[in-house]
């Protein structure tokens, strides 16, 4: 009984230290991904060129998912180093608050991204945004402003109008010469409101694809925590009854 109960505590002694380190490395990549996601994030929102864009067509609600995966990355950075910290160190109660935080990253990473893609891609809640806002500028494009914006936009993304050159017409406006290519001379086909969300969806998808890697990482090192405070549980439990 002595030599197989040594056997076994042997044994869980290996598992545990296999999925304390397999843990530890784990939470070195997410702390890298979360760096590299709050990087990322930081840098779409600080592009000054991209950012007056969004300004300027009052579509600055892309900006929400943004905001919430700077922060979720923030708090994630800090708590990758609790969950090397309660894995090296085999503690139970701080293995169920890591899991607790994995939980709540998961959640907030979902919700980030899903937001962000709520105002960066096709069919979204920013293509009402930019037509109503690229609208009023075709509508008022004899003011300087308005032309000046259309011609930026125009000549930048290679469009024509809100939905396209009929725009113009519809709008009782002249067909600018930012609307035609300069090879050709044809006006653009496509509208500036599905050119800039491809554009838009360009800039996030990244972000997105990234965040949702983190969020993986969430699941596995929250279960791989799980596993092994339930592993020490048992460790301590088979110690307990050794001493008696």
């Known amino acids: 009984m002595g030599i197989g109960y040594g056997t076994a505590d042997e044994e869980l002694e290996k598992q545990i230290g296999c999925v304390k380190y397999t843990l530890f490395c784990f939470n070195i990549v997410a702390w890298m991904i979360s760096t590299a996601l709050f990087a990322l994030s930081v840098w779409l929102r600080a592009e000054p060129g991209f950012n007056d864009w969004l300004r300027i067509l009052e579509a600055q609600s892309f900006y929400i998912g943004v905001y919430i995966l700077i922060g979720i990355s923030i708090i994630l950075m800090a708590v990758t180093f609790l969950g ?10 701080a293995l169920f608050v890591f899991i607790g935080t994995q939980v709540f990253g998961f959640v907030a990473i979902v919700a980030g991204s899903a937001i962000l893609l709520q105002y960066s891609t096709m069919n979204s809640s920013l293509q009402p945004l930019l037509n109503v806002s690229l609208r009023r500028f075709v509508s008022t494009s004899e ?102």
């Open 84 to 93: 090397c910290l309660s894995a090296l160190m085999e503690n139970t109660l």
């Open 143 to 244: 003011y300087t402003y308005s032309n000046a914006v259309l011609t930026m936009i125009q000549e930048n993304i290679g469009c024509c109008g809100a939905s396209g050159p009929w725009d113009y017409l519809d709008l009782h406006q002249p067909l600018p010469s930012s609307c035609r290519d300069t090879v050709s001379g044809n006006a653009f086909f496509n509208g500036c409101v599905d050119e800039l969300t491809w554009f838009f969806e360009g800039k996030s998808s990244w972000i997105v694809a990234l965040a949702m890697t983190l969020g993986l990482l969430n699941v596995i090192c929250g279960v791989m925590s799980f596993v092994l405070a339930q592993a020490v549980k048992k460790e301590e439990e088979q110690a307990s009854n050794y001493r008696r």
